[in-house]
């Protein structure tokens, strides 16, 4: 998996406390970085379910303030788009042990997914 970025990391971590504000009982946010450089984010619950919908991050820089960019491949594919993840993990908000967090890790990617909790906050 590539590294993230520096901007995809804050826009992440920005991202994190927009949804963690809406929703304080989630216990992580799952996010997973795609090729066009987007972002997609979903609160999970502490049983590994989806809390609220899907939130999408924009990888590219905003041209200027009156003018939302957007991403032309994530228009036309609205699903998981699992197939264009490069990176994927979870932010944890609650401090839950190791092996919750692995079976909230394996809800939300699989079972065979790598195991990532990387501390972007
Ligand atoms: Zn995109």
């Known amino acids: ?21 809406k929703y304080p009982e989630a216990a992580g946010v799952v996010y997973w970085i795609l090729d066009c450089g987007c972002t997609k984010m979903c609160c999970v619950s502490e ?31 609205r699903g998981p788009a699992r197939e264009r993840t490069v990176h994927q993990g979870v932010v944890w908000i609650q401090p839950l042990g190791k092996e919750h967090r692995k079976f909230i890790s394996a809800k939300a990617f699989g079972p065979r997914s790598e195991a990532i909790g990387q501390a972007i906050i």
């Open 1 to 21: 998996m590539k590294e993230i970025q520096e901007y995809q990391k804050l826009a992440i971590k920005n991202a994190t406390l927009i949804l963690f504000s």
């Open 47 to 77: 049983k590994g379910d989806p809390i609220g919908g899907r939130l999408l991050v924009s990888g590219q820089p905003m041209p200027d303030q009156d003018t939302i960019f957007v991403c032309h491949k994530c228009m036309v594919d």
